[in-house]
């Protein structure tokens, strides 16, 4: 740091020429020194610097620009809804709340270093106009000397914050970061660090000495210095990432429509869209999805990051409009061009597409679709071979269940249940679902929810002939499958003429209400948390002990849906919640089609989240959700060996329900029996 | 290689089959129908041959009413090159020979290498349709084929036969086999196959007529009537066993 030093103006100009000693101006208030006046010579350089440094920047940008704009339209992308677009650039870039709110220490750094970024490019711009005589800002003016020193506060924040970032990154080493040590962070940090310290310097000289030179030239070098450093660095962010939160797609995990009869997903190059490009050049690896990422943290192959940068490093070698296949199973491995572990067939049919990642993601890069890109591409082509993957997908063209089990069992469940038929007199089409029509566990949920219905008085019939929504075909990437199941069913409601839709699946109820979009205008849908939450006062309040609520992807990330199922649990008893709960809930393993796949490698991630959902004591789970249930049926016993009972939200709150028409305990079910 | 592959198109499985109302034939309207199980599987040999020989055509061939075009048109877009369709409104009437004689009027000119075809259909199961056809164009056949080998000239397949047995058999080409469920994997149909099923030949030719009157004519198509007897036994697990052993040994005698 500079020391300061009480000296005459006299001897000042005798100790010209050291920046080791320094001192305060006459004036009783610190005044930003600058030199008055350059040389033809200095100014000369000076825009011979600035060229060179924007030329090489530019050099070095414009090949990354080219790729982007190269790279196919995006399907049906237009800037609608621009309310949600401006909110959305607002909060996360000008505000940095997820930046903060995920990370609050270092977040909060990185917000500080952004923050004095903008403060201090009316500086920067003012410091360069200097050079040419053109300053505008006047240190000596009162609006001046404010403005300095509004700067001035923010360049010590900064400077604190990116050393902090700095001690982060190479002496604490988190392991989100990766393995490799970026060196070339650290020398960003270095010239960021110099760039606050020579503009405060400047605040502890004056006159018209070597100094106040060496000082301005210091900090313009650096500034010149940091902007072609940008482009080939992960601060390329910096320029790519303000656009790429205010394109983001608008939805959540929002998958586009396949766009002509040659569009089978992500097949190669060709099929990278304009956003995609712009996502994967915008990522800072700051590995947030990666720690979020259920199986990257369970020893699978599958690292959301990984798949980012994956696609970086084909756009750079092969270009947007290549052919080359962007899984590297189909890609021929040669020396040059050696198989990566990571943008593999493998790893992109380990994801649960729980859209962790895609939360996280602080500069609006949106992995579920991509990843489920990429299963398009194998998929519709044919090139995913599985046999657990076959058999569903002809289970789901056979049968129409994903379970692959013969229609009349749903039938007969619902002879049984005397579940009355839709026939368009009922307020609701009680949608069953697979696991609702067809598994024991969700055949309990469904029929206790009814009791719930019966009990409000609500009338509700189900649909003769239910097919799967096609949810686990989407999300594995089987395009036409999908289609099929979409089109059948938005026929049969319309048939039935169905006006509001409630289910137990949030599953079911994301895939109609959002995904069959493409295909035709679904009926409302709800879930059947805001159902019984909404008719809460009418529902008896119980105290059945503590129940950890585990908040299911599809409800929560997927549908925002938080506090629904919470108000349920809260009137049943004692809600408790979990280490990662609400948009940090970490999933049960069974999406994106997973539950119906083989054995996982490494550790289960339905034992990882039962164990933490045990650990916390409660005595029973909640649920909402009946593949969460299915995973956790087997994991909590598994995991524990006095597991906590394991509930729905509709099973908590039918226990508190007299039915005087079923005189067993309303724990137990017609179908299930006891938990 | 030509390998031509018969299908059948039949109810689904879980359709709910009506008879008719002069009881002669099953109630059409409202069913859907699906490709016959071991025709399935007959098509996926016929595919995989193809594969691993690098060349060869699949022709799929299918006798009914407008309807089986959607079964052949499926065919196509697992992988088969070409389809004919054998118009033909009155298959109800038509006895097994009746069957395999328009079959092999319309695979005749196609002069196949090899035919292949289920070894029974879903809804009759009658299992003699591949063996007259074969019979009705001069070749040698093998019936319950689990597994495809191309020999040289010919052929090595491997049949199910009873109680865990198999046989291997050798035999020339050309030749017609009916395959068993089970012995692949079958392959789910993608969407680029259904988009390139569209420019794929779908040929629509006229049934060989009736000459004779069937041989085998329907009196009566009845639904199987149920007869369940539940009986429950009461006891410790040892008494139950025993009871049901007694029931097994002298009632049900299976023992």
């Known amino acids: 740091m500079i020391a300061g030093g009480l000296q005459s103006a006299a001897s000042l100009r005798s100790l010209t020429g050291t920046l080791l000693l320094s001192q305060l101006p006459s004036s009783p208030f610190l005044t930003l020194s600058e030199p008055s006046r350059f040389t033809a010579i200095e100014s000369g350089l000076l825009a011979v610097s600035i060229g060179l440094s924007c030329g090489l920047f530019f050099w070095r940008f414009g090949p990354i620009l080219g790729t982007i704009l190269r790279s196919r339209k995006d399907p049906g992308l237009t800037l609608h809804p621009l309310g949600r677009r401006t909110w959305d650039f607002v909060w996360e870039v000008l505000c940095q709340a997820k930046v903060i709110r995920q990370r609050p220490l270092p977040g909060l750094a990185h917000a500080f270093v952004f923050w004095g970024f903008l403060a201090f490019a009316l500086v920067s711009l003012n410091h360069l106009a200097v050079g040419f005589g053109l300053g505008f800002l006047s240190p000596s003016s009162t609006a001046g000397r404010f403005y300095f020193y509004f700067a001035a506060l923010w360049a010590l924040l900064v400077a ?4 902090g970032l700095f001690v982060r990154r190479f002496f604490v080493r988190p392991v989100w970061l990766g393995q490799k040590v970026s060196y070339e962070s650290g020398v960003i940090a270095f010239l960021i660090f110099l760039l606050m310290l020579s503009y405060l310097g400047s605040f502890f000289v004056t006159g018209e000495g070597a100094a106040i030179r060496l000082l301005w030239w210091t900090h313009t070098l650096t500034l010149l210095l940091f902007l072609p450093l940008i482009p080939h660095t992960k601060h390329l962010h910096l320029v790519l990432s303000p656009v790429t939160v205010f394109l983001k797609r608008p939805g959540f995990s929002d998958i586009p429509p396949l766009r002509e009869d040659e569009d089978f997903g992500l097949v190669a190059g060709k099929d990278v869209t304009q956003l995609i490009s712009l996502q994967t050049y915008s990522c800072v690896e700051c590995g947030r999805c990666t720690e979020h990422c259920p199986a990257a943290t369970t020893g699978k192959v599958l690292n959301p990051k990984e798949i980012i940068l994956g696609f970086r490093s084909y756009l750079n070698e092969f270009g947007p409009s290549s052919d080359v296949p962007l899984l590297t199973e189909s890609r021929i491995a040669s020396p040059d061009n050696p198989p990566a572990k990571f943008l593999s067939m493998e790893a992109a049919f380990q994801c649960t597409t729980c859209g962790g990642c895609e939360f996280q993601c602080p500069v609006g890069i949106q992995h579920v679709p991509i990843i489920v890109g990429l299963r398009r591409g194998a998929t519709n082509t044919g090139a995913w071979e599985d046999d657990y993957g076959t058999k569903l997908f002809l289970a789901l063209e056979k049968n129409g269940n994903a379970l692959g089990l013969g229609t009349a069992e749903r039938d007969k469940f619902i002879q049984k249940q005397a579940f009355p038929i839709f026939d368009g007199s009922q307020e609701y089409c009680l949608w069953m679902g697979c696991m609702g029509g067809y598994d024991p566990k969700g055949r309990e949920i469904i029929a206790d929810f009814a009791k719930v219905m019966q009990h409000l008085g609500t009338t509700f019939g189900v649909l003769k002939k239910e097919k799967c929504t096609g949810d686990p075909a989407r999300r594995l990437g089987n395009d036409l499958v999908f289609q099929t199941l979409a089109e059948t069913g938005l026929k049969t409601l319309e048939t039935a003429k169905v006006k509001k839709i409630v289910a137990i699946c949030p599953h079911c109820v994301r895939t109609i209400a959002t995904d069959w979009k493409d295909f035709g205008v679904a009926p409302e849908i709800e879930h059947h948390s805001e159902f019984m939450a909404r008719h809460i006062d009418r529902l008896p309040k119980q105290n059945s002990g503590s129940i950890v609520y585990h908040d299911p992807c ?13 108000t349920v649990v809260e ?8 280490p990662r709960s609400h948009e ?10 997973l539950a119906f796949l083989g054995e996982e490698q490494g550790d289960r991630v339905s034992h990882v989240r039962a164990r933490e959902l045990a650990a916390t004591g409660a005595q029973i789970v909640g649920t909402a959700c009946p593949f969460c249930n299915t995973m956790f049926r087997d994991a909590l016993t598994a995991v524990s060996d006095a597991p906590p009972q394991l509930l729905d939200i509709a099973q908590l709150t039918v226990r508190a329900l007299s039915a005087p028409q079923d005189p067993k305990p309303s724990g137990l079910t017609e179908s299930g029996g006891a938990q | 290689m030509k390998i031509v592959v018969a299908i059948k198109q039949v109810p689904e499985r879980d359709a ?3 008879i008719a109302a002069d009881g002669r034939w099953i109630d059409e309207s409202d069913l859907n129908y699906t490709i016959n199980e071991p025709d399935a599987y007959a098509l996926e040999e016929a595919l995989q041959l193809k594969e691993k020989g690098g060349d060869g055509e ?9 309807r089986v075009q959607s079964t052949l048109r499926e065919a196509l877009a697992k992988g088969a090159d070409r389809a004919i369709h054998i118009e033909c409104d009155d298959l109800g009437s038509r006895d097994t020979l009746g069957i395999a004689r328009i079959l092999a009027e319309a695979i005749k000119e196609e002069a196949p290498d090899l035919i292949l075809t289920g070894l029974q259909s879903d809804d009759l199961g009658l299992g003699q349709t591949g063996v007259v056809l074969a019979e009705l164009l001069g070749i040698p056949h093998a019936t319950i ?3 495809v080998e191309l020999l040289g000239s010919g052929l090595k397949v491997k049949r199910e036969l009873e109680d865990g047995w198999f046989q291997h058999v050798e035999m020339p080409l050309p030749a017609l086999l009916t395959i068993q469920s089970g012995g692949n994997k079958l392959r789910y149909a993608t969407l680029m196959g259904i988009k390139k099923a569209k420019s794929k030949e779908m040929k629509t030719v006229a049934a060989f007529p009736a000459t004779a009157a069937p041989a085998v004519e329907l009196e009566r198509v009845f639904l199987p009537e149920k007869q369940k007897k539940t009986e429950m036994f009461t006891g410790s697990p040892a008494e139950i066993a025993a009871k049901i052993v007694e029931k097994l040994k002298f009632e049900v005698r299976v023992l």
């Open chain 1, 584 to 593: 940090r809930s970490f999933c049960c393993g069974a999406g994106g089609g």
């Open chain 1, 571 to 578: 009137h049943a008893g004692t809600l408790l919640e979990a």
């Open chain 1, 554 to 566: 599809y409800l929560g990330r997927y549908q925002n849906i938080y506090e629904e199922p919470r």
């Open chain 2, 145 to 147: 084929i689990m597994q």
């Open chain 2, 58 to 66: 699949v022709v799929v061939v299918c006798a009914g009413p407008d």
């Open chain 2, 16 to 18: 709910p089959v009506h």
């Open chain 1, 160 to 163: 604190i914050s990116i050393t």
